[in-house]
C-alpha cells in the first residue's frame, strides 16, 4: 500500500452534470499529481499541484480544475461532464515537485458517465 | 511534448521463462524512467526506477536496463510467475515530476 487514498471508489454521473473526486497524499508529500486512464490505456497526465499551487496542466480542458489545500490533499473537479470523461482517475503523490521523484498511485476513482 | 512507445501490447509467456518489455522515448531531457505494474482494478504500483546518470538497475528478478544515446529502455522478468501477471506500464519524466505513459502491455503468465 502507498499510503494515498481516493474517495468515492466508483461513481456514476449523467451527461452536464459535476464531479468532484478527492485525494489524500502520502505523509510528508507535498506534490499531487491527477492523471485520467482510459480502458485500455496508459494514464494522461491531468495537472500537478506543489503547495497549494498548479504547477503543471496537461491537454485537458479548463473544465478540469483542481485544488490543492494546506494538508496536501486535493481535490479534481471536472464540470459540464461528457461521456468520453468514464475513465479511472488516478491521483499521485511524490516528495517533491522535480522529475526524478518517485510518484506513488492511489486506487482510484471510476467514474462513469450515463 | 514526450511522447513514449511500448511493446509488445500482449506478452504470453510460460511460468519460469524470462519476460521483456521495450520502450522509447522522444525527449532527450527525459531523465527518470519508472515502470509500474496494475492488477485489475488497482492503481499503478511502482516496481523498479532508474535514473538517468544509471545504465542498468536490478532487484530481485526485475532489471531495468537504459540506453540514452537510442532513447530506449527496457524491463526484464526473470523466472516468471503465474502473480506476476498484469499490465506494466513504462513511464517518462523530463522537468517537474509529470509521467507520460506508455500504452501499456499485457503480461500473462501460464503456470
Known amino acids: 500500500e502507498t499510503g494515498v487514498t481516493q474517495s468515492p471508489t466508483h461513481l456514476i454521473k449523467t451527461r452536464g452534470q459535476q464531479v468532484t473526486l478527492r485525494c489524500s497524499s502520502q505523509?510528508?508529500?507535498?506534490?499531487v499529481s491527477w492523471y485520467q486512464q482510459a480502458l485500455g490505456q496508459g494514464p494522461q497526465f491531468i495537472f500537478q499541484?506543489?503547495?497549494?499551487?498548479?504547477?503543471g496542466r496537461g491537454n485537458f480542458p479548463p473544465r478540469f480544475s483542481g485544488l490543492q489545500f494546506p494538508n496536501y490533499s486535493s481535490e479534481l473537479n471536472v464540470n459540464a461532464l461528457e461521456l468520453d470523461d468514464s475513465a479511472l482517475y488516478l491521483c499521485?503523490?511524490?516528495?517533491?515537485?522535480?522529475?526524478?521523484?518517485?510518484?506513488?498511485f492511489g486506487p482510484g476513482t471510476r467514474l462513469l458517465v450515463l | 511534448g514526450e511522447n513514449v512507445e511500448q511493446h509488445p501490447s500482449t506478452l504470453s509467456v510460460q511460468e519460469g521463462d524470462s519476460a521483456v518489455i521495450k520502450c522509447t522515448y522522444s525527449?532527450?531531457?527525459?531523465?527518470?524512467f519508472p515502470w509500474y505494474k496494475q492488477e485489475l482494478g488497482k492503481g499503478p504500483q511502482l516496481i523498479i526506477d532508474?535514473?538517468?546518470?544509471?545504465g542498468e538497475k536490478k532487484d530481485q528478478r526485475i532489471a531495468v536496463t537504459l540506453n540514452k544515446t537510442a532513447k530506449h529502455f527496457s524491463l526484464h522478468i526473470t523466472e516468471t510467475q503465474p502473480e506476476d501477471s498484469a499490465v506494466y506500464f513504462c513511464?517518462?519524466?523530463?522537468?517537474?515530476?509529470?509521467?507520460?505513459f506508455g500504452k501499456g502491455t499485457m503480461l500473462l503468465v501460464s503456470p
Open positions: 513511464a517518462a519524466s523530463s522537468g517537474y515530476s509529470t509521467l507520460t
Open positions: 499541484y506543489y503547495r497549494e499551487e498548479e504547477n
Open positions: 499521485a503523490s511524490s516528495l517533491e515537485r522535480y522529475s526524478q521523484e518517485t510518484q506513488y
Open positions: 525527449d532527450s531531457a527525459s531523465n527518470y
Open positions: 505523509s510528508g508529500h507535498n506534490t
Open positions: 532508474i535514473r538517468s546518470n544509471v
